[in-house]
DNA sequence: ATAGCTACCTGGGCGC
DNA sequence: TGCGCCCAGGTAGCTA
């Protein structure tokens, strides 16, 4: 969604100037701020392509704007008129009447880099794995990959060589719906439920998609600063306390690699050995 | 090599 | 009302 709001707005417009707020949002790009804005200046974007949680706008000569949203990155277009955002942290502006475009970042985990020459797949990103909802995503191939793991089924689909884009809200409702509890141990798991998992994940991001993210934390929002009403469908993340949707058994908390993991005791039970 | 842990960072929400 | 603390989470970089 935030891919699809940049296309529409970006593709085919030439950058006039970025301007970065803060030395921050660039830290990844090692010649530092000055060397970012002029080196992005002056380029046409012609495609905006997505990997897991970056983004990359694609510029004639073949330079890449990798963009990594963190948890709180966010683009949004931005209106003539409006005070600027106070966690604004750069903004495009471009050779023609268009609007500008803002990038986001409230915790600043996120941020912006120019990579001469990498637009086809940004080197910072090849070790990526594909995410669930990439056309050549290879649902079999990770299967085998995830069931070859010895470490819990959570931290396996937060592993984002294994798969992309799972992170810990779209874990825990992907785990929820595949009724598996998160401490179970990926190789102890059959190939069925290691399917079932998956196509779960990809429901769950298909839908939070649809919805224009979770609102929550104004994680995704789209393009425009819409929030979406995903987290209004959680039946896990966040829930502790709450019936389970499905049986009524009240969602439980646990601490799970200095994250929280929330899952329904009774439909997700624990395995009897935590390995 | 691989698994697992920690630091990074900000501000909303909460308790006092 | 205001201060201070807790917490959220993706991932680089470290250790075991």
Redesign the pocket.
């Known amino acids: 969604m935030v891919r699809l709001g940049l296309v529409q707005h970006v593709v085919g417009r030439s950058i006039e100037r970025v301007t970065v707020l803060s030395d921050?949002a660039v830290r990844r790009h090692v010649a530092g701020r000055a060397d970012f804005e002029a080196a992005v200046a002056g380029h046409r974007v012609l495609d905006v392509r997505r990997r897991?949680?970056?983004l990359w706008w694609v510029l004639d000569d073949g330079d890449a704007l990798l963009a990594?949203l963190?948890?709180s990155g966010q683009f949004r277009i931005g209106s003539p008129d409006a005070a600027p955002h106070?966690?604004l942290r750069a903004r495009f502006t471009f050779a023609d009447a268009g609007p500008h475009v803002d990038f986001l970042d409230?915790?600043?985990?996120g941020g912006l880099a120019f990579l001469p020459g990498q637009a086809d797949l940004p080197e910072?990103i090849v070790h990526l794995a594909l995410d669930p909802l990439d056309p050549d995503y290879d649902v079999e191939a990770t299967v085998a990959r995830i069931r070859a793991?010895?470490?819990?089924i959570k931290?396996v689909l937060?592993d984002?060589t294994v798969v992309s884009g799972i992170?810990?809200?779209y874990a825990d409702e992907a785990l929820w719906r595949a009724r598996v509890n998160y401490a179970r141990s990926a190789d102890a798991l059959s190939r069925p439920v290691v399917r079932r998992l998956l196509i779960a994940a990809a429901e769950v991001m298909t839908e939070a998609l649809a919805m224009g993210g979770t609102s929550f934390d104004a994680l995704y929002v789209n393009v425009n600063g819409a929030s979406g009403y995903f987290d209004r469908s959680l039946a896990a993340?966040g829930q502790q306390g709450r019936p389970c949707p499905r049986c009524g058994t009240p969602i439980r908390r646990e601490a799970f690699?200095?994250?929280?993991s929330f899952y329904c005791p009774k439909c997700q039970p624990r395995p009897r050995v935590s390995r």
């Open positions: 921050r897991g949680k970056y990594h963190g948890m106070p966690h409230q915790r600043t985990f910072p793991k010895r470490s819990e931290r937060l984002q992170g810990n809200i993340y690699m200095n994250r929280s």
